[in-house]
């Protein structure tokens, strides 16, 4: 039933600067914008090994019963170096949302998590099962795109 992620959406009062922010945060700049002229409701990223989406909306569109306060589902994303990625969160302007913690029996799955600046929560973790899993998938070639 469930496969994969297709889009994380968040939502931010002040759109334009949320994707600037995420643009400095990933350092690339969002692929896609809709409406392509004037000014944006959505705008979308496409990060890392499988090009996982990550849609910001404008909070125009948001239910009218959307909490105020961080909650939800946190969505992690695995990083590298998680004390770096942290680091780097907190100085760009996000808030502490859960310390550092190592998850489980010591086998290496450790999580964090901010408060981006627009009131969205954003997990992040070293998984080992994701490199794992990166490890073992065929990597597309210009002359085998896969």
Not at 28 to 52: K, Q
Not at 103 to 111: A, K, L, M, N, P
Request: proline share 8%; no cysteine; net charge negative.
């Amino acid at each position: 039933m469930l496969r994969g992620i297709a889009t994380i959406s968040f939502y931010a009062d002040d759109l334009l600067a949320a994707r600037d922010w995420y643009a400095e945060v990933l350092g690339i700049d969002a692929y896609y914008a809709y409406p392509a002229e004037g000014t944006p409701g959505y705008v979308e990223f496409r990060i890392g090994d499988y090009e996982h989406e990550l849609g910001i909306i404008d909070a125009r569109y948001a239910p009218a019963d959307r909490p105020t306060e961080p909650s939800g589902a946190v969505v992690y994303w695995h990083v590298d170096d998680l004390q770096g990625s942290l680091d780097r969160l907190l100085a760009l302007g996000a808030t502490p949302h859960l310390p550092i913690t190592e998850q489980g029996d010591g086998s290496g799955f450790i999580t964090a998590s901010v408060v981006d600046p627009f009131g969205n929560v954003l997990g992040i973790m070293t998984n080992p099962h994701y490199l794992t899993m990166l490890e073992a998938t065929p990597k597309a070639t210009a002359a085998d795109p896969a």
